[in-house]
């Protein structure tokens, strides 16, 4: 066993939505390609619709975001304290 104290070791790097995307059209690149054994279809398909419904995931929550912002936006003009204009 190691004596390495793990709360000493740094977290590994994230990985980034782009990242993920980028694995998704990796993998569709090398299907579209040939690169893969008939055997290998069934984990690939796995792993390429949870790259997928992550993805989509995303998505949905950037737009929801996006939505709650332009919500919060108008709510503030409502009240006359700040406008869209002043807070750029």
Do not use: W
């Amino acid at each position: 066993m190691s004596t390495e104290n793990t709360e000493t070791l740094p977290p590994p790097d994230a990985i980034t939505i782009h990242e993920i995307a980028f694995m998704h059209q990796i993998i569709q690149a090398c299907a579209q390609r040939g690169a893969f054994k008939p055997d290998e279809f069934k984990d690939l398909g796995v792993l390429n619709d949870k790259l997928k419904a992550l993805l989509d995931y995303a998505k949905k929550l950037e737009e929801a975001a996006k939505e709650n912002e332009k919500v919060n936006d108008e709510k503030v003009n409502d009240e006359g304290s700040v406008t869209a204009e002043s807070k750029k």
